[in-house]
């Protein structure tokens, strides 16, 4: 965890408590985590290993890459604070 870049500033007292609560997944490559227009959950979602792209479709359906999410990245806190929309 401490490689999270959002986790990096946390004291190290804290790291053992998330560390227990954490689930881990696998994501196979094509498959979605979160659609665009879905309501977000309360999920923080961290990159162990590969990549995760977020992307959006822009006014004629196209996909439009807006990031690539690598090891250390993170997806998901506006979703732990408040309801959010994609």
Do not use: M
């Not at 196209?62 to 309801?83: M, P, Q």
């Amino acid at each position: 965890l401490r490689e999270v870049k959002l986790l990096r500033y946390v004291s190290t007292k804290f790291l053992p408590s998330l560390a227990e609560i954490a689930q881990e997944s696998r994501v196979l490559s094509g498959e979605y985590v979160c659609e665009q227009g879905t309501e977000t959950s309360a999920r923080f979602i961290v990159i162990a290993q590969g990549c995760l792209q977020l992307w959006r479709l822009d006014d004629d359906g196209e996909r439009k890459v807006l990031r690539e999410l690598r090891a250390g990245d993170s997806l998901g806190n506006t979703g732990l604070i408040h309801d959010s929309w994609w």
